[in-house]
C-alpha cells in the first residue's frame, strides 16, 4: 500500500512531506490504524476539532485507504494551533513543523492533567514510545576531580554537515569530545572556579524511530542552504554513538596511556573491548528540499511502503522509483526505523507502570475528596428549606381549624409532602468539576494501555 498524494493548499508542501513520512512511519500508522479512537479529547465535538491527535488519526486512516488524491483541509486551517508564527499560503521549515506537529500531539495526550504530569509518565506517551530517545551530556573537569553527567530527552538528532561528507561522519562530529576553554571555560561547581572541561554528547537511549535532522539551513543569516551532498545509506548502526561504547573506548584509552608502546600493541591486537553491540536501524523515508533558500523553494519526500517498494510522493503526485535513485538524494530528514524495538512488547517498564499507577489512585482520591465537598454543599442547602418548611407546616397546623375541610386537609398533606421530599438528601449532580477529576484517572489507564500497545512492529504492511 503506498498511501495517497496530498492536494497543495497554498504553499503546503513542507506540511504535506510530513504527513506523508508521519502516514508511512510503521508503528504510528499500526497505532492509529488499530485504535478506534486515540484522542484525549472524549466530550464535546468542539473539542476534537482542534485535537491534533484525531485529525493527524483520521488523515492517516484515509490516506492509507484512499486511492485518490486528499486534502489535509485541517492541518492546513490550523498551522497557527500547531505554531502560532506559521501562517497558510507561506513557506515553512519542514523540520520545524514536523517537531512542532509532534509536540502538539504530546501535549495534547497529556491535556487531561491539570498538573504537570511527572517526567517518568510524560515519556509514556505514544510520540515518545515512537520517536523518544535520550542523550547523555558529560563535562569532565581537568585538574579537578568533577564530572557533571545529565540525561535529556530527544525526538530528532540534529547535525552540522559543514564538515561532513557522510552522516556516519556527521554522528562522529556530534560525539566527539568538546573542548572548553579559553573564553569557553567551564565553572567547576567543586571549587567554583573557571577551568578547562571536555563536554561530550552520546546517546543514552536509542529510540524506536530514529529521526535525523541535517542542517542545511542558516536560520540566523538569510537561510542560505548548503547544498552539499551528504551520504547515507540504506542500514544505520547507532552502536558506536551509544553511551555504553563511547565510555568503554574512554576507559580502554586511558588504559592505553599508562603503557609502553609494546605493551600498548599486545593490547591493541589480542583486545575485543573496542567492540561496540550493534543498535541496527532500516531507512524507511527521506524529505528533500529543492531550492537554494529555507524561503523558497519545493518539498518532497520519498517513502517505503511495506511490500518494500520505494514510492516519490510530490504533493499529489505518487509513483513509484528505484532504491538507488533513493540513495543519491540530497537529504534534508531521514526516518530510520529500529530493527529489535526497545522495550517489551505490550508491557510498560516497571517504573513506568508504578507512575501511571500512582497517578491514577491520586486522581481517585482527588475524585473522592470533590466529591464529598459536592455532598457537604448540598446538604447545606437543603437544610435550610427544611427549616422554612418546618416553620410553615407547625404555623399552619396551628391556625388550622377543628373543622377543616377536605380542601384544607389536602393542603396539609401535600405540604407535609414536601417537608418529607424536602428532608431526603439530594443525589449528587454529574458537574463540570466531576469530569475534570475523572479525565486524569481515565488519561492515566488510556495512557497505560495505548502506549503499551504503541510498541512498534519490526514490519508492518500498509
Not at 46 to 60: C, S
Request: proline share 5%; charged share 20%.
Amino acid at each position: 500500500m503506498q498511501g495517497s498524494g496530498l492536494i497543495n493548499l497554498g504553499n503546503t508542501c513542507f506540511m504535506n512531506s510530513v504527513l506523508q513520512c508521519l502516514t508511512h512511519t510503521p508503528p504510528l500508522a499500526e497505532l492509529f490504524l488499530s485504535q478506534q479512537n486515540l484522542s484525549s479529547s472524549s466530550d464535546g465535538s468542539d473539542n476534537r476539532q482542534l485535537d491534533p491527535i484525531a485529525a493527524t488519526q483520521a488523515h492517516i486512516k484515509r490516506a492509507l485507504t484512499s486511492h485518490t488524491a486528499l486534502q489535509p483541509k485541517w492541518h492546513a486551517r490550523n498551522l497557527k494551533a500547531i505554531n502560532r508564527r506559521f501562517r497558510l499560503g507561506r513557506q515553512e521549515d519542514a523540520h520545524e513543523y514536523l517537531r512542532c506537529v509532534l509536540d502538539a500531539m504530546h501535549e495534547a495526550y497529556l491535556k487531561p492533567f491539570k498538573s504537570k504530569p511527572p517526567p517518568g509518565l510524560a515519556a509514556t506517551t505514544f510520540v515518545h514510545r515512537i520517536f523518544g530517545g535520550r542523550l547523555r551530556s558529560q563535562i569532565v573537569c581537568e585538574g579537578v576531580d568533577y564530572t557533571s553527567s545529565t540525561c535529556d530527552p530527544f525526538l530528532d538528532l540534529s547535525l552540522e554537515i559543514n564538515k561532513a561528507s557522510s552522516l556516519t561522519r556527521a554522528l562522529q562530529h556530534f560525539t566527539a569530545p568538546e573542548v572548553l576553554d579559553g573564553d569557553n571555560r567551564y565553572r567547576c561547581p567543586k571549587n567554583n572556579k573557571l577551568v578547562r572541561a571536555f563536554k561530550r554528547i552520546s546517546i543514552e537511549e536509542a529510540p524506536n524511530v530514529l529521526t535525523i535532522h541535517l542542517k542545511r539551513f542558516d536560520f540566523f543569516g538569510r537561510g542560505h542552504k548548503i547544498s552539499k551532498k551528504v551520504e547515507y545509506g540504506l542500514e544505520l548502526d547507532l552502536g558506536p554513538y551509544m553511551t555504553q561504547h563511547i565510555q568503554k573506548q574512554h576507559q580502554h584509552l586511558k588504559q592505553l596511556r599508562k603503557l609502553d608502546s609494546q605493551q600498548q600493541q599486545q593490547l591493541l591486537s589480542g583486545s575485543s573491548g573496542m567492540g561496540h553491540r550493534p543498535v541496527l536501524y532500516d531507512l524507511y523515508a527521506v524529505l528533500v528540499h529543492i531550492g537554494h533558500s529555507l524561503h523558497s523553494g519545493h518539498y518532497v519526500c520519498f517513502v517505503k511502503a511495506g511490500n518494500g517498494a520505494w514510492h516519490s510522493c510530490d504533493d499529489h503526485r505518487v509513483h513509484s522509483v528505484s532504491q538507488r535513485s533513493v540513495e543519491g538524494l540530497q537529504a534534508y530528514i531521514l526516518f530510520y526505523i529500529r530493527r529489535q524495538p526497545k522495550g517489551s512488547a505490550g508491557v510498560l517498564p516497571a517504573a513506568v507502570a508504578s507512575v501511571a499507577q500512582n497517578a491514577a489512585v491520586a486522581a481517585n482520591k482527588l475524585q473522592q475528596q470533590q466529591q464529598q465537598q459536592r455532598l457537604r454543599q448540598q446538604q447545606q442547602q437543603t437544610d435550610r428549606p427544611q427549616q422554612q418548611l418546618m416553620q410553615e407546616a407547625g404555623s399552619n397546623i396551628t391556625k388550622a381549624p377543628a373543622a377543616a375541610g377536605h380542601g384544607q386537609a389536602d393542603a396539609l398533606a401535600q405540604q407535609q409532602q414536601q417537608f418529607s421530599l424536602a428532608s431526603q438528601p439530594a443525589r449528587p449532580a454529574q458537574s463540570g468539576a466531576a469530569s475534570a477529576a475523572d479525565a486524569p484517572q481515565k488519561a492515566a489507564t488510556a495512557l497505560s494501555e495505548s502506549t503499551a500497545r504503541a510498541q512498534p512492529a519490526q514490519e508492518q504492511s500498509m
